[in-house]
């Protein structure tokens, strides 16, 4: 068969849709009671669900159209031609399963042939990126059982995880997307990805809904359903902005940004299927809500109203349930005593002020660094003044930087100051600190980047000018992260249904 050009847009679409479809099984192992075992408090046992599909196979669990659906290169799923294709999809969708945390813990014997590369691929590091955006960041002493363990539905009773019963969910579900396959026309050119993603939803929303994604208390309110979905949108809306207004993959969690878009006159279908924008978190007679990188940006604006008309841009989470926006900002995922022993409020003020100052320490460093090669350039262009107008323009273009960088070197407080409250000579003193704080307070199986996390609470601190609200806004307060969104929205809606039928 000949295989189709990347530059066809039904060919990016269902591209698109396909590695949508990866990421929303990437976390299929944790539908087993293994998995909440490993994550149990007091347990050390190893968490194996990214392998949880060969040892199913192993045990003849997984029905053979749906293995070898994971088991095709991307580019032959869709016949591709792979050399039009800017990233590699020389991979299965397995992979996504497998090696989304690294292949360390591979089962495959033997080890695949992208055994050593494939962690570099650049939609594994999409994934791995976007995966981490649902982090929250409760302590490991916050940890649950394993006998007893709940899903927090916010308002409502809480539900209990029937932990007996997920490993027979998943085998069902495996024999529901190998039906799903074959109907949708799979093996034969006729494969219509479309038909497979709509019952690949469909089939994974109950059982998904049964479960957790992380099982610690405080992040026990989003489901394995609405941590799948939220990665998978995010997922799919920086494709789209990839592949629509060659926006470049973010490289680390501190680069995803996004907003939502607010329509009232287009459809669900349109925004993610015909068009794999994104996903809708959010809909009601009235509008429709998905989230979107880069709406700051005009271009991008404009490229999407040529696509599903007027929209409106809502920037701020909370915003979303206006309603419900000062009880969820009341929502903590810890409190300060909770994060270490004889730890106090003004213990915890004091820390996220070193984490500042750590942060404004390594900036001005970088300034430091600048001035001096600003004033050795500015020397040499100086000998030029006289010789040429060119050289003067630079000369006073370098003259205006250095008046700037300089500005910003003697603000308070200054980089003395920064070092006396420190007790460091360079910032390199005081960096193991820094990451053993962030250590403590978020989440160890995600470790952030010290310094881009305390670059974001820099960020904040200067919006804010409030050590208080760092604290609260990073530590304290439950992030509205998007799985956090689907899961609150579903919850309400739910509600109001109650409602109505009563």
Same mark, same amino acid.
């Given at each position: ?78 016949? !591709?031609? @792979? ?10 969708? !397995? ?20 055994? +050593? ?9 999409? $994934? =791995?990126?976007?995966?981490?955006? +649902? ?71 109950? @059982? ?20 799948? %979905? ?17 926006? @470049? ?8 940004? #996004? ?8 459809? =669900? ?38 696509? !599903? ?17 000062? #009880? %969820? ?30 942060? %404004? ?16 350039? !500015? ?6 003044? $006289? ?44 960096? @193991? ?5 962030? +250590? ?46 689907? /899961? ?5 809606? /739910? ?8």
């Amino acid at each position: 068969m000949e295989k189709s050009s990347s530059s066809d847009s039904r060919t990016v679409r269902n591209l698109i849709l396909l590695l949508e479809s990866g990421t929303f099984l990437h976390d299929i192992g944790k539908l087993s009671r293994y998995f909440i075992t490993s994550k149990a408090k007091d347990i050390k046992g190893l968490d194996f669900h990214g392998q949880i599909l060969y040892i199913d196979f192993s045990l003849k669990r997984i029905p053979e159209t749906l293995w070898k659906f994971l088991n095709v290169e991307v580019y032959e799923l869709l016949q !591709i031609d @792979p050399q039009t294709l800017p990233f590699e999809t020389d991979f299965y969708l !397995i992979h996504m399963i497998c090696a989304h945390h690294g292949c360390n813990r591979c089962l495959r014997n033997p080890p695949c042939n992208l055994k +050593d590369k494939i962690e570099d691929y650049k939609i594994m590091e999409l $994934l =791995k990126t976007l995966d981490h955006m +649902d982090a929250s960041n409760p302590l490991d002493s916050r940890k649950q059982g394993y006998k007893e363990v709940f899903i927090d539905r916010f308002f409502e009773m809480k539900e209990r995880v029937e932990i007996e019963k997920l490993d027979s969910l998943r085998i069902e579900l495996y024999n529901k997307l190998n039906s799903a396959l074959i109907e949708a026309g799979f093996g034969s050119k006729n494969f219509d990805i479309i038909s497979f993603r709509r019952k690949l939803f469909e089939y994974l929303k109950e @059982p998904f809904l049964k479960t957790l994604s992380e099982t610690r208390l405080f992040a026990n309110d989003i489901t394995l359903f609405d941590h799948s %979905l939220a990665t998978s949108t995010l997922f799919k809306m920086y494709l789209s902005a990839y592949f629509r207004f060659g926006m @470049p993959f973010p490289k680390n969690f501190s680069e995803v940004k #996004y907003s939502f878009a607010k329509c009232y006159s287009t459809s =669900k279908a349109l925004i993610e299927e015909d068009f794999a924008l994104s996903n809708v978190i959010i809909a009601n007679n009235d509008f429709i809500v998905f989230p979107y990188p880069g709406l700051s940006n005009k271009k991008i604006r404009k490229g999407l109203k040529e696509l !599903i008309n007027d929209f409106e841009v809502i920037r701020d989470p909370y915003d979303l349930f206006p309603k419900y926006k000062e #009880y %969820l900002l009341s929502l903590k995922v810890k409190n300060v005593e909770d994060i270490k022993e004889d730890y106090t409020y003004s213990k915890a003020i004091r820390d996220v002020k070193k984490v500042i100052y750590f942060a %404004l320490l390594k900036e001005k460093e970088e300034l430091s660094k600048k001035l001096k090669s600003f004033t050795r350039h !500015i020397r040499n262009v100086s000998n030029g003044v $006289l010789k040429d107008r060119i050289n003067f323009i630079k000369f006073l273009k370098k003259l205006v930087e250095l008046k700037r960088l300089k500005k910003h070197l003697d603000a308070k407080p200054t980089i003395e100051e920064i070092r006396k409250f420190l007790k460091v000579h360079s910032s390199k003193e005081i960096e @193991p600190q820094i990451e053993e704080y962030f +250590d403590l307070i978020t989440s160890p199986i995600r470790p952030p980047s010290p310094i881009e996390m305390s670059k974001m609470f820099l960020r904040y601190y200067r919006k804010t000018h409030s050590y208080k609200k760092v604290l609260n806004h990073f530590v304290i307060t439950r992030p509205m992260t998007l799985g956090r969104i689907i /899961a609150f929205n579903r919850i309400i809606q /739910a509600k109001q249904t109650e409602t109505l039928k009563n």
